[in-house]
């Protein structure tokens, strides 16, 4: 046996799992089963590559086993194993890219609290070990080489011996710290705890996760195994999809669509992505979770990554699953990969042609889609203009055309009249009071239909947003509405002259009160109305901006 010394990074860092008082304990089960699935993963793929391996393949899995009495948890796997030199330099010495600067960050992090969440972001892998247990013991053989046994307390040295008979692959066995909630340690000799945390992490693992019950017997399969986004499409059920998209998104309900894609190339991805039946509750609130899920090689990475989703189809549900991402993926670092920007930009393409798909295909999920979703949607005609057009494309709107039915902007431009140059809209609080605004009188009288637009977002967009493919949108509460004729402009000036005194006279009179007045054109069965200036704000926004203490 001999004793071996952790190079100096690999001690810093177990000294910082020995002491940590980060909160969430239970990844390590995380890091250990994904080492053991990939594993597994290379032992495959090795036997394939090379036909005189010696090795058993003919049932891979990974077992867990749990000992009350002496307070041991053992992941075992049967996969590839390593070598004593293996040991020595993957397991005593820290070579992995991202640690160095998690090292640094470390350094920097004066605080305590923030050094620990750290270990979050980055990822620890098999030293996490070391956060729940007080000593860890691993046995394993490469299928070229002789039984290795590594044991550590996680302070400054190892030993390492050379064992006869190990079984192939590893086992790493855990002598547990003793459960203390106040540390954020469960009693990992729960098998019930166990269960819990592999699902929660590792469900989707298409290995067989095997763990016998606390009272004996057989082991059983307590992963589901169905990573549904890895199976051919056409050999997935619908049932399974719902139950699968229940599983994500804790709703009952059906979802409205589902999304399958996958990518090849560079960087390798499957997505399987749901558009829910209904709006949550909380579509609206800041702190409202539960987006698209990333996982890396079937292990669950993160929730809600945002990086992955724009914040206008937050509602989107699913699971995207790279290949070619560390476990140890942080945000910070998804944020700047461009890959990441890539994938991004081909799901929300994605989702909004479905969308555009269903509009086609099936009108009554369109509605159901846009009676649900269509305000939040809205946002992204501000914060994604490289796909305003693609949003516009699938947006519909009230309008005076019809009183029930919402019309798209296609349909609108379809009735347009021959010589009419914009889409002509109004914002307001209701229907009702759009539709009773002196406004709306003179454009109803020559016919002309107008979108009828009373979500608060409206507001914003309209002010961003030039046009549909040629056609300009125009207020008509802002202005002039130019509906006139040359004969009647004519017309016009003639009246303006005849009535020069009377509105100079009254300009003057509520000075106080308006910039201007002005003989319209735009009435005809009220005597007046106040119009804002091109530049105004409209009397909704003005409110949103008094509420607000502007
Ligand atoms: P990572 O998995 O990110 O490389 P870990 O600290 O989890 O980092 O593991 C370090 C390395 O040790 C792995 O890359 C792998 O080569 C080796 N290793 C860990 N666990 C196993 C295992 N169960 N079987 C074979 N090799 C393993
Ligand atoms: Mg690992």
Request: net charge negative.
């Amino acid at each position: 046996m001999e004793t071996l010394e952790f190079q100096s990074e690999a001690r810093q860092l177990l000294r910082l799992m020995i002491h940590s008082v980060y909160s969430n304990k239970d990844t390590f089960l995380r890091e250990l089963v994904s080492n053991a699935s990939d594993a597994l993963d290379k032992l495959r793929l090795e036997t394939f590559r090379d036909k005189d391996l010696v090795a058993d393949t003919s049932d891979l899995h990974v077992a867990i086993e749990v000992d009350r009495g002496a307070r041991t948890l053992t992941i075992r796997d049967n996969g590839i194993g390593m070598t004593r030199e293996d040991v020595i330099g993957l397991i005593g010495t820290i070579a992995k890219s991202g640690t160095a600067e998690f090292l640094q960050k470390l350094k920097e992090s004066q605080d305590a609290a923030a050094s620990q969440d750290l270990i979050g972001q980055f990822g620890i892998g098999f030293y996490s070990s070391f956060m729940v247990a007080d000593k860890v013991t691993l046995v394993t053989r490469h299928p070229r080489a002789e039984g290795v046994r590594w044991e550590s307390t996680g302070e400054g040295t190892y030993t390492i011996e050379d064992v006869e008979d190990a079984p192939q692959g590893t086992s790493v066995t855990l002598h547990l710290k003793p459960a203390d909630p106040e540390d954020h340690l469960a009693d990992y000799t729960s098998t019930a705890k166990i269960t819990e945390i592999v699902k929660r992490y590792a469900d989707f693992i298409t290995w067989p996760i095997r763990m016998a019950k606390e009272d004996g017997g057989e082991p059983t399969t307590i992963n589901s195994r169905k990573a549904l986004w890895a199976r051919p499409a056409s050999e997935v059920t619908e049932d399974e999809y719902a139950e699968f998209y229940r599983h994500v998104s804790h709703d009952w309900n059906k979802p409205l669509e589902t999304i399958r894609m996958h990518g090849e190339g560079v960087f390798e991805y499957q997505a399987l992505l749901f558009i829910p039946s209904q709006a949550p509750l909380d579509l609206f609130l800041r702190e409202r979770k539960r987006g698209v899920q990333l996982y890396v090689k079937r292990v669950f990475i993160m929730e809600d990554c945002e990086e992955l989703m724009p914040e206008y189809l937050r509602f989107v549900k699913g699971v995207v699953d790279a290949q070619d991402l560390s476990l140890n993926v942080s945000r910070e670092l998804l944020q700047q990969d461009r890959q990441i920007q890539l994938v991004r930009r081909r799901l929300v393409k994605k989702v909004l042609s479905t969308v555009k798909g269903l509009m086609a295909d099936k009108p009554e999920s369109y509605a159901t889609f846009w009676r649900e979703f269509g305000t939040a949607v809205k946002e992204g005609l501000l914060s994604d203009p490289d796909n305003r057009d693609a949003i516009l494309d699938i947006a519909s709107f009230a309008s005076t055309a019809d009183p029930e039915q919402p019309t798209t902007l296609a349909q609108y431009v379809e009735r347009m009249k021959d010589d009419q140059q914009h889409i002509y809209y109004m914002t307001g609080d209701s229907r009702a009071t759009v539709e009773n605004s002196p406004h709306l009188e003179a454009l109803r009288a020559k016919g002309f239909e107008v979108l009828i637009l009373t979500d608060p977002i409206d507001e914003m967009w309209v002010d961003a947003v030039p046009g549909f493919k040629d056609k300009v949108f125009q207020s008509i509460a802002k202005g002039q509405v130019d509906l006139e004729t040359e004969e009647e402009k004519a017309q016009a000036g003639e009246r303006q002259k005849d009535f020069a005194d009377f509105l100079a006279w009254m300009t003057t009179t509520l000075t106080d009160k308006v910039k201007e007045v002005r003989l319209s054109s735009r009435l005809t069965t009220s005597p007046a109305c106040v119009v804002g200036d091109a530049h105004d704000l409209t009397p909704t926004l003005e409110k949103m901006y008094r509420a607000m203490g502007q």
